[in-house]
C-alpha cells in the first residue's frame, strides 16, 4: 500500500504538512479530485471542498506550477501550497493522494527528456509523504495503486505516470486553435514505458468491485490536439485492449490539465471499445480555468453539455447500496455544474 496511515508530520522541509489518517479497509463513498492549483494565486476552492469531508482527495497534477530544473524553486512552490489555509484544512480532513503532470514535473508539455525528472520525483515524494517502503520508492517514476474497502465494495484507484517515461511529442507544422500536437503513430512511441506498462496489466488482475485509474492527461477525448492520450493513439487502444482483456469491468478514469471540466463516455459501440463502457471525469482546474474553448468538439461527452468553463472540483460519489457512482463537476462555491450517473455492474 502507498498510503500513509496515521503518519506524523515529518521531514524537515518547510513544506511538509501532516497525513490525515484512514484505514485501507474503510469503505470509499467520496472522492474529490482537482488539478492545476498555481501556489501563487489565491485558492478559496479548497473551503468547499473540506466541506465535502471526503474520503480522498485524489490531486490530478499541475499540482503546483514548477516549470524549473532548480530543486529549490520546486521546494520553495511546494512549500507555498502548503502554507495555504485552505489545502492545511484539507489535510486535515483527509488523505491526499496525487500524480503530476508536466508544471510540477519540471516542464511544460515534457516527458522523459526532462533531464531533472529524477530529482524532481524526489520533491514529489517528499512534499506528499510517499511511505518510505511504498513500490515507487524503489523505481523510477510516481506510478503506484491502492486498495480500499471489503470485498463486495472494493475500489482500486490507480496512479498512472504519464510523464517520466513518454515519448516526445510530434508538433504541428503550424499551431491550430486545437492545440500544437500531431498524432505520433510511430509504434515505439510510449506513454508509459514497457515497465509501468507490465506493472499496469498485473493491477488489473488484482480483484476489485470500482477501478477509478488516474491520469494526468485525458483519455477518453480524441478531438482536440492539446495533450492527450490521442497523442499517440497507438497507446490509447492498447491501454484499451488491455482493460478489455483483463476485464476490468467497472472502471471510471480521472483526469485535470486542460483548465476546463467536463465528463466523457466511451460507448461499447466504438471501434476502440474494450467491450464494456468507460467513463472519464476531467477536473481542472482549481486556481486556473478558461484554458479550453468553450466550442471544442468532444465527441465522447456526455450529451447535452458544454466543457465547463470556470474553476472546479470533482466528486466521485459511490453509493454500493444502488449500485452507482455519480460523477460530478462542482464550482469554487460547490455549486453542481455538471453530473453523470454510472451503473455498476
Known amino acids: ?61 499541475d499540482n503546483i506550477y514548477g516549470d524549473t530544473e532548480d530543486m529549490a524553486v520546486m521546494r520553495e512552490k511546494y512549500g507555498k501550497l502548503a502554507a495555504k489555509e485552505g489545502y492545511q484544512k484539507l489535510r486535515e480532513t483527509c488523505p491526499v493522494l496525487a500524480v503530476w503532470d508536466d508544471h510540477d514535473y519540471g516542464v511544460n508539455d515534457g516527458g522523459a527528456e526532462y533531464p531533472m525528472k ?25 506510478y503506484e495503486a491502492d486498495l480500499f474497502g471489503p470485498e463486495g465494495r472494493r475500489t482500486q484507484i490507480i496512479r498512472l505516470d504519464t ?54 492527461i485525458q483519455v477518453i477525448p480524441q478531438d482536440h490536439k492539446w495533450e492527450l492520450w490521442e497523442n499517440m493513439p497507438l497507446e490509447r487502444a492498447r491501454l484499451f485492449k488491455l482493460l478489455g482483456g483483463k476485464s476490468a469491468g467497472n472502471v471510471i478514469f480521472v483526469s485535470g490539465d486542460r483548465h476546463m471540466g467536463e465528463i466523457s ?27 479550453g474553448r468553450a466550442g471544442e468538439v468532444n465527441r465522447h461527452r456526455i450529451e447535452n453539455t458544454t466543457n465547463f468553463q470556470k474553476r472546479n472540483y470533482g466528486m466521485v460519489r459511490i453509493d454500493w447500496a444502488k449500485q452507482t457512482v455519480n460523477l460530478e463537476l462542482r ?7 455538471q453530473e453523470f450517473s454510472v451503473p455498476l455492474k
Open 163 to 216: 510523464r517520466y517515461f513518454r515519448s516526445e511529442l510530434v508538433a504541428l507544422p503550424k499551431k491550430t486553435p486545437d492545440g500544437p500536437y500531431d498524432r505520433n503513430t510511430d509504434p515505439a512511441a510510449t506513454m508509459l514505458g514497457e515497465a509501468q506498462w507490465k506493472w499496469l496489466a498485473d493491477q488489473l488482475e488484482v480483484p476489485a468491485d470500482l477501478r477509478i485509474i488516474a491520469s494526468s
Open 1 to 61: 500500500m502507498a498510503l500513509c496511515v496515521g503518519c506524523e508530520e515529518k521531514g524537515d522541509s518547510d513544506s511538509a504538512v501532516a497525513f490525515a489518517s484512514v484505514q485501507p479497509g474503510k469503505t470509499l463513498t467520496k472522492i474529490a479530485i482537482g488539478s492545476c492549483a498555481h501556489e501563487g494565486k489565491s485558492q478559496p476552492i479548497w473551503d468547499p471542498i473540506v466541506a465535502e469531508q471526503p474520503d480522498l482527495f485524489l490531486f490530478l497534477g
Open 331 to 337: 464550482d469554487v462555491e460547490g455549486k453542481l455544474a
Open 118 to 142: 529524477v530529482e524532481s520525483e524526489a520533491e514529489f515524494h517528499a512534499f506528499f509523504q510517499t511511505p518510505e517502503d511504498a513500490p515507487s520508492r524503489g523505481r523510477p517514476g510516481i
Open 265 to 291: 463516455v466511451l460507448k461499447t459501440d466504438d471501434p476502440t471499445s474494450p467491450g464494456f463502457p468507460l467513463y472519464e471525469l476531467t477536473s481542472s482546474g482549481l486556481t486556473n480555468a478558461g484554458g
